[in-house]
């Protein structure tokens, strides 16, 4: 059996309790949390494992926290935000976290303050799409709703977060001794959130994450440059100077043209990616319509990008030109690093703020046809 195809990752957080497993097992399959029985947990504090939806031709890949308890908030704080850390800046959207589950249980009531400060807080200051999903929830008894009334609440007042973030969710159904059921509810919500979720995520981080690629590659060639330029001092004849000084600005040009195409890879990868995970994804409600539209899109998008986002990486880019020839042996060195640094400033500033506005102008006009 193929594994190595299209992949999800999942991150699934909460206090022990909670109901983590029976809620994966709820939204991914009846088996889902069995997969992780034998597992190693991870340095970072998460327990790691695999469930491949046959059906689906997904491989979900589970990251599960600690229990969280007060006297390892610190520890969860590092954990968890190193690794979204990690994974958020990747340039493939595969190695992203596609959702970010963090649960409390309607049963308790309460939202812990440490939870908020440690945990939920930080998510949300750097960017991360997470859904907040009250476990336990029986919307048939009053103090049941009372409870998640209050959380929400709480939520709410707390957090930079809409009403739609917040999911009452009851992922195993129960038998009261009155003979009453009471039935699971939620599927639909948490995967339409999935959805939207994934793609907010794809066109607010894949700019950045294009834009932090082309200027770690600009200061790489910065750093090559001012070593060069080192090297020349007093012992380098006045004929090499010029060669010398030519071939820093060849390599910019080199490095600016690669970078260029990696981010036209990049995104067309991202949008690939997300639509494949779109056709595979559950179809629920109003969205079930979205297999046909994506596979539409699929079949006449042109993945390559050519003349989109390369050319405009390139295009915007100031002229790429060192006064090489006036360069006198005596102050070589000086005037080299100062036309580096004149340069390096220049292009920086180009990509930190046309080409990154060019990237999410892309990125909207991607939305706006995929969801056309």
Do not use: C
């Not at 046909?292 to 915007?316: H, N, P």
């Amino acid at each position: 059996m193929d594994r190595t195809g299209l992949v999800s990752n999942i991150l699934i957080a909460g206090k022990t309790g909670v109901g983590k497993s029976a809620f994966i097992n709820y939204i991914y399959g009846h088996d889902v949390a069995e997969s992780r029985a034998g597992s190693p947990v991870t340095q970072e504090g998460l327990h790691e494992y695999e469930y491949y939806d046959l059906e689906r031709g997904i491989l979900f890949r589970f990251f599960d926290t600690w229990g969280l308890e007060a006297d390892r908030s610190e520890e969860w704080h590092q954990a968890i935000l190193s690794i979204v850390h990690q994974r958020e800046g990747a340039l493939d959207i595969a190695e992203w976290f596609h959702t970010i589950y963090y649960l409390l249980s309607v049963q308790s009531g309460r939202v812990e303050a440490y939870e908020l400060e440690a945990i939920l807080k930080p998510l949300y200051e750097r960017g991360s799409n997470v859904t907040l999903i009250l476990t336990n929830f029986n919307e048939d008894d009053p103090m049941s709703v009372q409870k998640a009334e209050a959380m929400e609440r709480v939520l709410l007042r707390e957090l930079p977060i809409e009403e739609e973030d917040i999911i009452r969710v009851n992922s195993v159904e129960k038998k009261l001794l009155t003979g009453k059921r009471v039935p699971v509810k939620g599927y639909e919500e948490v995967w339409k959130r999935n959805r939207t979720n994934l793609w907010k995520d794809i066109e607010r981080k894949l700019p950045i994450n294009l834009t932090n690629h082309l200027l770690d590659e600009l200061e790489d060639w910065r750093i090559r440059s001012i070593a060069s330029a080192e090297a020349i001092r007093m012992l380098t004849p006045q004929a090499m100077i010029s060669w010398k000084a030519r071939k820093i600005e060849k390599d910019l040009e080199k490095t600016l043209e690669e970078a260029a195409l990696t981010t036209e890879e990049a995104m067309a990868e991202g949008v690939r990616h997300y639509i494949q995970l779109m056709q595979r994804y559950p179809l629920v409600g109003e969205q079930a319509d979205l297999l046909f539209r994506t596979r539409r899109v699929e079949l006449g998008f042109d993945y390559s990008f050519g003349k989109t986002v390369r050319k405009m990486v390139l295009g915007m880019i100031p002229g790429v030109h060192f006064i090489y020839w006036a360069f006198k042996r005596r102050t070589a060195e000086r005037g080299i690093k100062k036309a580096i640094e004149q340069q390096y400033a220049s292009v920086r500033q180009t990509i930190e703020e046309e080409i990154r506005r060019g990237f999410e102008r892309e990125m909207r006009q991607l939305g706006r046809t995929l969801n056309s």
